[in-house]
């Protein structure tokens, strides 16, 4: 059973920093593409980084150079490193892994960020 374990979240001042961990479990990394999303209340869910398995990335234009995604294969770890937080990325943000055979999410973890 393929799990999908998210970790980091918190609650951060504006300007701050957090880095968010997602370790995948009954799949091996290989050719996939791992990400993240998030979801404010009353808002869609959103794609905010993604990183293929041969490391091309992808960011929201929100994002864009504040977060950086990163992979470590040998861990089935993805990261998310979150720099100068705004309010408005206030939300849940999940962990995604799409691979040819199907598309699974994490739970979730909740970052907050004050002003």
């Known amino acids: 059973q393929v799990q999908l374990v998210e970790s980091g979240g918190g609650l951060v001042q504006a300007g701050g920093s957090l880095r968010l961990s997602c370790t995948t479990f009954?799949?091996?990394?290989?050719?996939?593409?791992m990400g993240w999303y998030r979801q404010a209340p009353g808002q869609q869910r959103e794609l905010v980084a993604a990183i293929t398995s041969g490391g091309t990335t992808n960011y929201a234009d929100s994002v864009k150079g504040r977060f950086t995604i990163s992979r470590d294969n040998a861990r089935s770890t993805v990261y998310l490193q979150m720099n100068s937080l705004k309010p408005e990325d206030t939300a849940v943000y999940y962990c995604?892994?799409?691979?040819?055979?199907?598309?699974?999410w994490g739970k979730g973890t909740l970052v907050t960020v004050s002003s």
């Open positions: 009954g799949i091996i990394f290989g050719i996939d593409t």
């Open positions: 995604n892994l799409r691979v040819a055979t199907g598309n699974y």
